[in-house]
């Protein structure tokens, strides 16, 4: 695993910057506030008029129209990769029309710019930075002093000096307090993807299948809801915060397999998916 390396992030390369954020939703605030609080200049690029404009108003944050926001700065935040408040179109328009060589386009998410949807123009750097964590904890870890690890990647380094800005707006997000994994977009869009259709998609369609067998045998809607849901978020929830280990007992072991006879035997012969989430809990301090 290869991370940022916190002793490089130099802060005073963003001091003459300013970060233009589009929209306000959870994760777009906290990216705001974290850079806000850290002494960056943010501008919000949103509808003044909006409801979402008056939270970033009482947090104190300038409120623009979003073409402004990308006119008046030199670095641009598109939180979930152009979802939300501005589609994708709206959002390749503006920076195509109102980035300039040097600026720096960060997104949250791979998905826009694997599938080419997002792209930049000639001289301005895209890079990503997606949090392990939702906007609240994003914020909440900040303001506790630690920080919410992340997902790095630089996709287009035209200026040169896009990892050094990348790791500086790290910092100053707080992430490099817990560490962030440098990646690339074509991975961290594969990953989604394999996510999406190897787990989720599968997933919801495994529970809606056994919820319509239960009900046609009588069994009633809340326990059929109670066993594949409710149950299923428990499960989860302790492999999320201690890993399989939690799930299959001390040994990681699924049942019918031979139990481990030392902590040490566990853990090599652990799958390299539970591997990788002990590396990864150790950088999300609320789970350790």
């Known amino acids: 695993m290869t991370t940022l390396d916190p002793d490089s992030a130099d802060l005073t390369l963003l001091q003459d910057r300013q970060v233009a954020v589009l929209g306000f939703d959870a994760v777009a605030a906290a990216h705001a506030l974290n850079l806000r609080d850290s002494g960056v200049d943010v501008w919000v690029g949103t509808d003044p008029e909006s409801r979402l404009a008056a939270r970033a108003e009482i947090e104190g944050l300038p409120v623009v129209p979003p073409q402004e926001a990308v006119q008046r700065c030199d670095i641009v935040l598109v ?6 408040e501005q589609d994708t179109d709206t ?13 720096l386009v960060v997104v949250t998410g791979a998905d826009a710019v694997h599938s080419g949807r997002l ?7 895209l ?7 939702d906007g609240d904890r994003v914020r909440e870890e900040y303001l506790d002093g630690r920080g919410c690890p992340a997902l790095v990647a630089v996709e287009h380094d035209r200026s ?4 050094a800005t990348l790791t500086a707006y790290a910092a100053a997000m707080g992430a490099l307090r817990s560490g962030a994994v440098v990646t690339t977009v074509e991975h961290e869009a594969l990953a989604m993807k394999a996510a999406r259709e190897r787990v989720q998609t599968p997933l919801q369609e495994a529970l809606e299948s056994a919820y319509d067998e239960l009900a046609a045998r009588g069994v009633e809607p809340e326990v059929a809801y109670v066993a594949l849901v409710h149950e299923l978020k428990t499960h ?3 492999i999320y915060s201690a890993g399989f280990a939690s799930h299959h007992g001390p040994s990681g072991q699924a049942a019918g397999e031979p139990a481990a006879t030392s902590r040490r035997e566990a853990a ?4 390299p998916l539970e591997r990788a989430g002990r590396a990864v809990r150790q ?4 789970l350790r």
């Open 79 to 84: 939180p979930g990769g152009a979802r939300g």
């Open 91 to 103: 959002v390749q328009r503006l920076v195509r029309e109102h980035t300039e060589p040097g600026d």
């Open 119 to 125: 792209t930049v123009p000639a001289g301005v750097d």
């Open 127 to 133: 890079a990503m930075l997606r949090t392990i964590g």
């Open 160 to 163: 040169g000096a896009a990892w």
């Open 236 to 238: 989860v929830d302790q």
């Open 268 to 271: 090599a012969g652990a799958h």
């Open 283 to 286: 950088m999300t301090s609320w």
